[in-house]
């Protein structure tokens, strides 16, 4: 599928899509997100498979925005958190955040070296599965599982 195929493909569900979004939501803003990262998802996806060769291209758009919302709900941490109050500053002459980063380092430590890159990826620089496993060179799946191995790994060497 071309790109400008995709794009019309896509277009023509906006409409459908944004209504069945903002009901899911209750908020116009959130469901103009959610709709941005579905189409940035299957954009990637587009020349290798996906809408091409579905046979409901609207259910397929459909299953993934509301993939990445219940990503969204699950992972909620990855949120904007929005407020009116600043953070309260406090200064400890950086020994906390040396303390965070020594710990984190001796915790990756534990890691075998594609563990490591699948955790440092997605849960310190925020990316997603399929964005990690293309700076990987890996599918997502094995991200996936590289990731869990290595956050179980993690959390047992915290618990000794």
Known sequence: MSPK????SFIADIPRLRRRLVALTGNPHDADDLLQETYLRLSRRAHGRGLARQRH?????????LNLLRDSWVHSSRREQTTDRLPEAGWDGGMGSYEAAATALSLLRVLSEREAAAVILVDLEGLSHDTAGERLGAHRGTVQR???RGLAKMRAALGR
Request: glycine share 0%; charged share 20%.
């Open 146 to 148: 590289n990731r869990m």
């Open 5 to 8: 195929e995709f794009d019309a």
């Open 57 to 65: 291209p609207y259910a397929y758009t459909c299953a993934v925005a």
